[in-house]
């Protein structure tokens, strides 16, 4: 089991090494949630990546204050999410998201946390419909309460509801109710803030409407708040959990993402790379990792 063990340690530095290389600057891999539990998790991890410069051959070309996260996660807790960017952004004034499967709902949002995001064809972002943890202690999803709840104010404004929705209101909970459209709220602020200084940072020059005249901080709001928009709109994506690849993306959203094709090798060492992060979970029977190489 050890002798296991030291082979899966070595090839996760492997291929994150590999990464390092390929962006010439640290890497860090996280799949799994992202609940309260994360974040201690994560600050172990980033000090340590940080303190590993100390020892880093002083050959190579890295970027310090540039960060690549190689990431996989269903979403969580998006108060979590803005912890883990202010933590990040302490330290990296730069950071990448590689994405080679998937980021949904709060993972979204934490992408758009970052200057660049690579993906490629078999890669999905997800609507930002964030996770809150309800009184029972579970946690679900905000927008379908809230699109339900405007259905039936709605139906009371024209006079078409049923006893069924009698029923269903009476058992909503207003302020159970109140800290799910807070946490929409907090999502699409938080999306709209990084997008325009972290996404749009470079974006100065127009490229297809009117190319070459400069892109006003007005535009960026606005291409930020149509963005958050879109991606929280229950009634365009219709399911919490749907996949949202780079085509749709690109083309609906307008959103620029890089393409793993652009750095030859990314796509087979992030995959092995994220592969095996997931079986190391499985193995010590972990909700979440974080990893850096040692």
Not at 262 to 279: I, K, T, W
């Amino acid at each position: 089991m050890k002798a296991l063990d030291h082979h899966i340690a070595s090839a996760l530095n492997l291929h994150s090494n590999e990464i390092s290389s390929l962006f010439e600057c640290d890497v860090l891999g996280y799949v799994g949630p992202m609940y309260w539990d994360s974040v201690e998790l994560y600050r172990e991890v980033i000090d340590k990546l940080v303190m590993n410069r100390a020892t880093r051959d002083a050959n190579k070309p890295y970027i310090n204050d540039r960060l690549v996260i190689v990431l996989e996660t269903n979403g969580g807790s998006v108060e979590v999410v803005e912890k883990i960017v202010e933590m990040t952004r302490h330290h990296y004034s730069e950071v990448h998201f590689v994405i080679p499967n998937y980021a949904m709902s709060a993972g979204t949002i934490w992408s758009m946390s970052g200057n660049k995001i690579w993906m490629d064809y078999a890669s999905s972002l997800g609507p930002i419909d964030p996770q809150v943890q309800s009184l029972n202690g579970g946690w679900v999803p905000a927008l379908g309460y809230i699109e339900k709840k405007l259905e039936m104010d709605a139906k009371a404004a024209n006079g078409t509801l049923t006893q069924v929705d009698v029923i269903l209101l009476n058992a909503l909970d207003l302020a159970e109710l109140d800290r799910f459209e807070q946490a929409r709220k907090l999502s699409i602020n938080l999306l709209k803030d990084w997008l325009v200084n972290y996404k749009f940072k470079n974006w100065n020059v127009h490229r297809t409407t009117n190319p070459g005249t400069p892109v006003s901080m007005a535009e960026k709001l606005a291409r930020a708040e149509q963005i958050a928009a879109d991606l929280s709109s229950n009634t365009r994506w219709h399911s919490h959990g749907r996949f949202i690849g780079i085509n749709r993306l690109v083309s609906d959203l307008r959103l620029e993402i890089d393409s793993f094709s652009a750095l030859p090798g990314l796509s087979e060492h992030a995959r092995m790379y994220l592969g095996l992060l997931n079986d190391q979970m499985d193995r010590q029977n972990n909700p979440i990792i974080v990893h850096c190489p040692t």
